[in-house]
């Protein structure tokens, strides 16, 4: 079966632009997650999307990161009047429902996002 | 709040031999999970083995292999007959809610032919 898809696979914005990237999970995955992995802070986790739940968005580093998830499937991270310390790749993992982590996270290949 | 540490940003080995990557975590929790991702240059995290703290039993998934210590807050990954395609970047990984995974700084192994 098909595994996480993210695209695009890489973006280039200039400094103020918006940005849009998108998740699609595996079939079946309620629980969504994004994170972003940086050259200066490592994988840092966003927010997490589990089933009707209010998502947990203590990750998130400034107001102008918003993220949502329709229909329970696919998802948007939205990036608002982007700064350079935006540029990293960004890399979104499902999961089927579990507790304590005994369902593992299955990641896809990631968005580049670099910010001129 | 949870943190992850490698202590090893490079390693290298040679083909057919073993090498052993370090990781220790800290948490006042009894019960979490652990984990170790490989990161190659395609950049997609790819799930290598898994260890429920609960288990005594060190998981192994055929060349890989775990040494977990919980007392010492110590999980170990060793991986035997190293082929050319396990070169990659190796993250230790930790979860205690389902929630959020907490990773290490990761450690990038280089396999010599």
């Known amino acids: 079966g098909a595994g996480v898809s993210q695209s695009p696979s890489n973006k280039v914005t200039e400094k103020g632009k918006d940005v849009e990237l998108r998740c699609d999970p595996i079939s079946g995955h309620t629980a969504l997650y994004w994170y972003r992995q940086s050259l200066g802070q490592g994988l840092e986790f966003l927010i997490y999307f589990q089933g009707n739940s209010a998502p947990d968005k203590s990750g998130l580093p400034s107001d102008r990161f918003s993220a949502e998830r329709t229909g329970g499937s696919v998802s948007t991270l939205t990036i608002q009047r982007t700064q350079q310390e935006d540029s990293a790749v960004y890399l979104c993992?499902?999961?089927?429902?579990?507790?304590?982590?005994?369902?593992?996270?299955?990641f896809g290949d990631g968005t580049r996002l670099s910010i001129l | 709040a949870q943190t992850v540490t490698q202590s090893q940003p490079e390693m290298s080995v040679q083909e057919a031999e073993t090498v052993t990557l370090s990781c220790t975590y800290d948490?006042?929790?009894?019960?979490?999970?652990l984990f170790w991702y490989k990161q190659p240059p395609s950049r997609q995290m790819i799930l290598v083995i898994r260890?429920?703290?609960?288990?005594?039993q060190n998981a192994t998934e055929n060349r890989f292999s775990v040494n977990f210590q919980k007392a010492a807050k110590s999980f170990s990954l060793k991986i035997s007959d190293s082929q050319l395609g396990d070169a990659a970047m190796y993250f230790c990984?930790?979860?205690?809610?389902?929630?959020?995974?907490?990773f290490g700084e990761g450690t990038q192994l280089t396999v010599n032919p």
């Open positions: 990984a930790y979860t205690t809610s389902g929630s959020r995974l907490t």
């Open positions: 260890q429920e703290a609960y288990k005594q």
């Open positions: 993992a499902s999961s089927l429902a579990g507790t304590g982590g005994n369902q593992p996270q299955h």
């Open positions: 948490t006042s929790e009894s019960d979490y999970y």
